[in-house]
């Protein structure tokens, strides 16, 4: 596997007396979307903020490209970031925003392209301030993505997005990681949306790193399954092949903990018996693998 474009070493953070931020480690590959999630106060705000350099760490490290960062205003020189909501001057349309932080930048990239990219295009002269919430998320992902960066950190991207924009950012980040060869870090409540489009995940909890790993290690482990039955399933037949519980009736759900390979299986054996469910439910990843942390 290719080496880390960035790597996140032993970050610690407190405010006043609480560790908010505690040990976490994690690497950016290029070309791939790491999922960093956890319920509110898990410290994922403040992970992004500590490498957007708006506080500092009490121990830790950022290395780029193999190199330990002296100071967090380094990672700017690679890294775009969409955090907390991008403020904008709302008396200025999104061309003359674009123009202002290019030249702070000291970017060559064109404005033109950028608003093209995020579907701004048709509303670059429309003073910001007259935005919809959609397209302030699209103006924030464009300044992000001024000078081209190999990195980007995005702190809920989606939040307050019609279904439509939403796919549509998600198109547009999964693009940057696909076509463009970006390492992408994303934040988001969304973890059905974030499960489609991400390759690693970061599950915290506490200011801790709970889980962590690739998605594609762990959707082959048990997790929770649930089986509809139009008609009363035979009951000792489904605990044989599947030990779990009905959890409804009139329609039957019998709920379990299977791996992919062992629902093809019982499957097979109820289809043999002719029971066969005419819908199977299996719980997001991400979702199951919050639910440990909040029961």
């Known amino acids: 596997m290719v080496d880390p ?6 970050l610690e953070l407190y405010y006043g007396r609480q ?10 590959y290029p070309g791939r979307i790491l999922a960093l999630i956890g319920p509110n106060g898990a410290g994922k705000s403040s992970i992004m903020r500590i490498m957007g350099g708006l506080v500092k760490p009490e121990k830790g490290a950022l290395i780029l490209r ?17 955090i907390e909501g991008p403020d904008f001057y709302k008396n200025l349309n999104a061309r003359q925003n674009l123009l202002l932080l290019k030249k702070i930048r000291k970017s060559g990239q064109s404005v033109s392209e ?47 997005l019609d279904p439509e924009v939403k796919q549509f ?25 974030l499960e489609a489009m991400a390759d690693d995940f970061v599950l915290l909890n ?4 709970h889980v962590a790993g690739r998605l594609a290690d762990f959707k082959n482990m048990r997790n929770s399954v649930r089986f509809w039955f139009e008609l009363e399933p035979p009951v000792t037949l489904l605990e044989e092949t599947a030990n779990g519980e009905m959890v409804h ?4 759900c019998w709920e379990t903990h299977l791996s992919p390979a062992e629902t093809v299986e019982a499957l097979g054996i109820w289809a043999r018996a002719g029971c066969i469910p005419y819908e199977i439910q299996r719980a997001d990843l991400l979702h199951s693998k919050y639910s440990e942390i909040i029961q």
């Open 19 to 28: 560790k908010v931020v505690n040990d976490v480690s994690f690497q950016l």
């Open 5 to 10: 474009l960035l790597e996140v070493k032993h």
């Open 66 to 82: 193999g190199e330990t960062l002296s100071s967090s205003s380094e990672i700017h020189r690679e890294a775009g970031f969409f």
């Open 114 to 160: 950028l608003l093209h990219l995020v579907g701004l295009e048709h509303a670059a002269l429309k003073k910001v301030g007259k935005y919809s919430n959609g397209m302030k998320q699209r103006l924030g992902i464009a300044q992000a993505l001024l000078g081209d960066p190999s990195i980007l950190v995005l702190d809920e991207p989606f939040n307050g």
């Open 206 to 209: 506490e200011g801790r790193v």
């Open 169 to 193: 950012m998600m198109n547009l980040i999964q693009e940057m990681a696909d076509e463009k060869n970006k390492a992408v870090l994303v934040s988001s409540h969304l973890l059905s949306d």
């Open 249 to 252: 009736t009139g329609p039957w």
